[in-house]
């Protein structure tokens, strides 16, 4: 890691006014003060590397911060694990969801063929239109302006080949750019590279955002870029982020070689 002064990218005027906070400390400076508003990003990175850390503190600060409510849909942990591991953070999901500003989407318990106690769960075997269907009923109740989708992986592994993963990822992110919510969808690569599972996810969103994890001689090293946004500029540096005890930071005045 280095401090750089001569290539580190330098925001201009920003040119859309629309952006959308994430919450996450460094990463606005570094796309023109955040995410464009109704569009889908993919969040990509190994396992661990804090995808779902990342997605949530983008809905936690989105509802604590700037009044936007948020659904979540959990295909990889059931929402009581979520709900404990980010109470680390200090993030009160149970209120929020009791005040009405969250929806957790159980889509993991049923999958895995165990009961479920949550409000909202998805049906199995999986079915995307059901999937939309719920996500449609909940924003009626809610008015969500954010969305994350934790991940697109498990969602491919319904639905196997990667034709059909495309297009059914492609109706999702489409379905919540048309109710109005800004989303992320994460999204397990099998190193530290974009080759995602299926080959196709990078396909269907507005923009990616790579989490790294890369070993260094006897140390793992955090590193993030923006791979692509569309409609923006951003940096094309690779920056260190760290996980704290009050979640995702990024350091963007520093870069990783
Ligand atoms: N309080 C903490 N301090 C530092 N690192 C943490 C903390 N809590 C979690 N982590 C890191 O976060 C990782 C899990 O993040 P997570 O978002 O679940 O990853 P992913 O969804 O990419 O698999 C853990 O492996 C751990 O390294
Ligand atoms: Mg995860």
Request: proline share 4%; hydrophobic share 35%.
């Amino acid at each position: 890691m280095r401090h750089s002064s001569h290539s580190l990218y330098c925001p201009g005027e920003f040119t859309m006014t629309d952006r959308v906070p994430t919450g996450i400390p460094g990463f606005d400076e570094l796309c023109e003060g955040g995410l464009l508003r109704n569009r889908t990003y993919l969040l990509a990175g190994t396992s661990g590397t804090g995808k779902t850390n990342f997605a949530f503190q983008f809905l936690h600060s989105g509802i604590t911060q700037n009044n936007e409510s948020g659904i979540f849909v959990a295909t990889e942990e059931r929402p009581e694990q979520i709900r404990e591991n980010l109470l680390q953070f200090g993030w009160d999901l149970q209120s929020l969801e009791d005040e009405g500003k969250l929806a957790i989407i159980d889509a993991c318990s049923t999958k895995i063929g165990i009961p479920s106690q949550e409000r909202y769960v998805d049906v199995r075997p999986f079915d995307m239109r059901a999937l939309l269907d719920q996500i449609i009923a909940i924003q009626d109740t809610i008015g969500a302006r954010r969305a994350v989708i934790d991940s697109s992986t498990s969602l491919g592994f319904h639905l196997q080949d990667p034709a059909k993963v495309r297009i059914e990822l492609l109706k999702l992110s489409t379905t919540v750019e048309i109710l109005g919510l800004t989303s992320v969808m994460t999204c397990e690569t099998i190193d530290d590279s974009l080759y995602s599972r299926f080959g196709v996810e990078n396909f269907v969103t507005e923009g990616t955002i790579m989490l790294y994890n890369k070993r260094h001689e006897n140390v793992r090293v955090r590193s993030m870029e923006i791979f692509k946004m569309r409609g923006s500029d951003h940096s094309k540096n690779i920056h260190p982020y760290e996980i704290t005890t009050a979640g995702i930071v990024i350091h963007p005045h520093e870069e990783v070689y």
